[in-house]
């Protein structure tokens, strides 16, 4: 055992503690590792609940009251008890706009470009500040457990979360009073949970299949030396266990002839049909009795019946899953391990369904599927607390990262596939004279042509002090932090001026989008590189051509006639050329034109020119 001593004031130091939380659309949970045993351990309240509903009510006062407490007011005042924030979170109110009815609180619809607001007793509020409220309670509850202000968290989300929803749960996170050391995708959380991943070379391929209480993610992903690399995702934002209830429910109405009632009758009935589901996942019938108004019933639900109810939601699940493996590329025989993630995956006939599906796979259900999450989440937050230094963990960067060079090229500094976080620096310089400033532009993606790439920013570095061409030496740096947070900085090394950018692009690209581009730019591989070196051929000459006729022009009186026309006549014939789009033609008359100046470019042509000849041109 090792006790931490600080040495200046030979008090014990305080080794601090990361937990690992799982923001989740209807419950919540945090998690941390019990130093005795190195086990994750989810934080239960005192009465031994770890569960913290996602809901936020709000008193008259207008003060928040979030998790259990929360979930009374859902029937005595909606319109101030908020539930899914997280299905809110990033997004716009044209992107929920099919999708209101779900909501039983007010959504505002301000300016449908900009992100949601939610109005509760008169106040507004974002999710972000909604979700904030849940990330606080979960770090009370932490702090109030371990005795010890928690200040650093991981924070679970879904693996098809864009750019926008990442930092929103970033930013919720700091407005809790929390750090997000990182963001780690739900489905790498719970295959860790179960140790998959955890050793340095191991190779696996792993399906994670998550049906909570309203969504369904199924995700395929690769692990290979520490690396999770998601392959695939696909799911229901609006499908899970709540529609195992609501199938019951129309079942009892009708057999039983139950009549519509009031909102209390309706959650009533909701709420037994909830309690027959889950018996069912221990025994083959139930009966539940329920008075509704002044009628008692005796709701009886066999398993035979509830399957029967609940088959074609099961299908859909299935459904996407065959859609996933499609898009994934590889086979089920590829598929070796399948985690179970969410309360629904309780069900006997969901792991049935499953178990058949991945039939070749092992089935890991043995942790509590609601915690599965927020324990892997806690041992990720092991690992950055430098606990568990045999650990890798490292995502990568699914598209390239570059920028826009002369001719519109890209000009990748971080490769696809890149391990992050990860940091490249590459040199460029000017292409014309007295150049004070230069654009930079941002792209991301495959292809050689920046316009079939996703621009993600772009700034100007100015203040450049007038150099010949070819000699400012202008460093520009990425780095892109564990988040895919890119920051990119341009530094003109001979002045020191500087300029910075962080690129957050306002929407991300979904899984879907980053496989097109990847899918594109191998489709339009060889007519990519064509029109790349012919567009290299053609920058090539018009930079001979700028220098040329600029020497000419200053030193016309250090040649001779003869000279002065010839190299005149291969300038005509270098632009001539030019119009041809003839990657040949180019480079032979580019070739020519360097032939004739060349004695003479020897002699005279400044270093600086010389210079400028090397390196690529922004
Ligand atoms: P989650 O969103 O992961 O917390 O899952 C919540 C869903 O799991 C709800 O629809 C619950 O009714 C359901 N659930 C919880 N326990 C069980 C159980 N023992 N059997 C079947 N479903 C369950």
Redesign the pocket.
Known sequence: MKIPINIVTGQLKEEEIIVGIDL????SLVAYINKSDQKPLAIADSAGDA?VPSIIYFDENHQPVVGKQAHEHLIDHPERTIYSVKRLLGKSYKDIETHESHFAYKIIDDNSEGLVKIEAGGIYYSPIELSAMILKELKERASHFLRSDIKKAVVTVPAYFNDSQRQATRNAGKLAGLEVLRIVNEPTAASLAYGLGLKADELQTIAVY??????FDISILNIENGIFEVLSTNGDTYL???D??RAIVEFWKSKYQIADGNKQQIQELRLAA?RA??A???STSSEQKLSLGDNIYNLNLSLAEFQNLIFPIVTKTMDCCKLAMKDSGLTLADIKHVVL????T??PFVKEQVTQFFNQAQIHDQIN??EVVALGAAIQADVLAGNRRDLLLIDVTPLSLGIETLGGLMDTIIPRNTKVPAAAAREYTTSKDGQTHIKISVYQGERDMVVENRKLGEFVLSGIPAMPAGLPKIEIKFQLNADGILKVSAKELRSGIEQTVEVKPQYGLTDSEVEKMLLDSFTHAQADINLRLLVESQTEAQQLLYTTEKFLKNHADKLNQEEEKQTQDAIDKLKLALQSNDRQVVISATEFLNEVTKPFAERLMDIAIAEAMKGKKI
Request: glycine share 26%.
């Open positions: 989740g659309t209807t419950n569960i998550d049906l909570g209480g309203g969504t899970g266990g709540d195992f209830d909830e589901k889950i069912l996942s221990s993630v969410g309360g629904s309780r069900t599927p609601d």
